[in-house]
């Protein structure tokens, strides 16, 4: 894996931050301390990693932590904080999957390379599931995430948290038990998957939202990375872009299961926002996304209905967003906000 440039003096890109660090402490700065701590993410059962990149020059780890520590003894021999993990890798090219095991005892933090982790694939999504030391899916809502990547095209490193999913179904309170929320007995519907209807797990949302981005330019660059619980299908979705005037920009963008690039390339308006250049100073322009699933369509180019609705399916969205400022290597980036009500989200395997 190719490591980081030198970390560089940060007076070489002072001048464009500056300015806009001083209008969030004048502006910002009481909000942000009051801040909720029920707001803070959770740990979780499922663990949605939107990004990972093994390409040449590129590398990612991904570090995956059990924050249960309970060393209890169990009937089965094992301990109670024990849980085997489910890594299911999707490639972004055709959605291929490739995946592996591995058991994390209480308390243990396992940090892996993704191109060693997974030598099949370069870039895609990654998922993954709690599961029994013994098999099935299990209510461990422990499990807490971050992925660090480097990409040497960019000359940037930069880190997110991965998106937690909750289970609901089933009785987790004697960790022995390792309740399974796929059982008919725990509300499940025994179909030996994971999904996410707001039974056996958390639903997900349609609507995503990034909640800023500079203009791109000389100075600004981005990547966005999208994924959908949909899996290989292609995926359309309905891009509303604001500048800091609050004009609002519509696109309709369809993906085939994945997909990661500038905003650029799906809008010209990232390039120019027109709106008031003067806002953060040194003419710094912002603006924010709001993207939503808006339904799922086959190889024939046909919207695809939920055999048990009826309806056309909405798909999940899920995504990680990376800010740069181009020639440093400062890169900042973290999972996309959930708008909306929440959905049904399918199922992961």
């Known amino acids: 894996m190719t490591t980081a440039a030198p970390s560089r003096s940060v007076s070489r890109f002072a001048p464009v931050l500056v300015p806009v660090f001083?209008?969030?402490?004048?502006?910002?700065?009481?909000?942000?301390?009051?801040?909720?701590?029920?707001?803070?993410?959770?740990?979780?059962?499922?663990?949605?990693?939107?990004?990972?990149?093994?390409?040449?020059?590129?590398?990612?780890?991904?570090?995956?932590?059990?924050t249960f520590t309970?060393?209890?003894?169990?009937?089965?021999?094992?301990?109670?904080?024990?849980?085997?993990?489910?890594?299911?890798?999707?490639?972004?090219?055709d959605c291929r999957e490739f995946d592996r095991f591995e058991l994390l005892t209480p308390g243990d933090t396992l940090t892996i390379l993704a191109d060693e982790h997974n030598p099949q694939q370069d870039r895609g999504y990654l998922v993954v599931i709690a599961m029994a030391p013994t098999g099935g899916l299990v209510n461990f809502n422990h499990l807490i995430g971050q992925a660090i990547i480097v990409q040497s095209g960019l000359d940037v490193s930069w880190s997110y948290n991965a998106v937690t999913v909750e289970a609901l179904a089933?009785?987790?309170?004697?960790?022995?038990?390792?309740?399974?929320?796929?059982?008919?007995?725990?509300?499940?519907?025994?179909?030996?998957?994971?999904?996410?209807?707001?039974?056996?797990?958390?639903?997900l949302t349609a609507e995503v939202a990034i909640p800023t981005f500079f203009e791109e330019g000389p100075r600004f660059g981005n990547m966005l990375?999208?994924?959908?619980?949909?899996?290989?299908?292609?995926?359309?979705?309905?891009?509303?872009?604001?500048?800091?005037?609050?004009?609002?920009?519509?696109?309709?963008?369809?993906?085939?299961?994945?997909?990661?690039?500038?905003?650029?390339?799906?809008s010209g308006v990232a390039t120019d926002l027109d709106g008031d250049p003067e806002e953060t100073?040194?003419?710094?322009?912002?603006?924010?996304?709001?993207?939503?699933?808006?339904?799922?369509?086959?190889?024939?180019?046909?919207?695809?209905?939920?055999?048990?609705?009826?309806q056309p399916i909405t798909p999940a969205i899920i995504g990680v967003f990376m800010q740069t400022v181009r020639d440093t290597d400062f890169a900042t980036g973290d999972f996309l906000f959930g708008r909306g009500e929440k959905i049904d989200g399918l199922e992961v395997r």
């Open 170 to 203: 089933g009785d987790a309170s004697n960790g022995c038990d390792r309740t399974n929320p796929d059982d008919a007995g725990n509300g499940g519907d025994n179909d030996f998957a994971a999904d996410f209807d707001g039974v056996e797990y958390e639903m």
């Open 22 to 66: 001083a209008v969030l402490l004048a502006f910002g700065g009481l909000s942000f301390f009051a801040t909720s701590a029920h707001a803070l993410p959770e740990a979780g059962s499922i663990l949605f990693f939107p990004l990972y990149d093994s390409a040449p020059g590129n590398g990612t780890v991904i570090a995956v932590t059990n």
């Open 225 to 266: 990375a999208l994924m959908s619980t949909a899996g290989d299908y292609e995926i359309e979705t309905r891009w509303l872009l604001y500048n800091n005037v609050e004009d609002v920009f519509s696109r309709t963008f369809r993906f085939d299961c994945w997909w990661a690039g500038s905003l650029s390339e799906v």
């Open 281 to 310: 100073g040194h003419g710094t322009q912002t603006g924010w996304v709001s993207i939503s699933g808006r339904n799922v369509r086959n190889g024939a180019g046909q919207i695809v209905d939920d055999p048990e609705t009826g």
């Open 70 to 93: 309970s060393m209890r003894s169990c009937s089965d021999g094992r301990r109670e904080g024990d849980v085997n993990l489910h890594y299911i890798y999707f490639n972004g090219d």
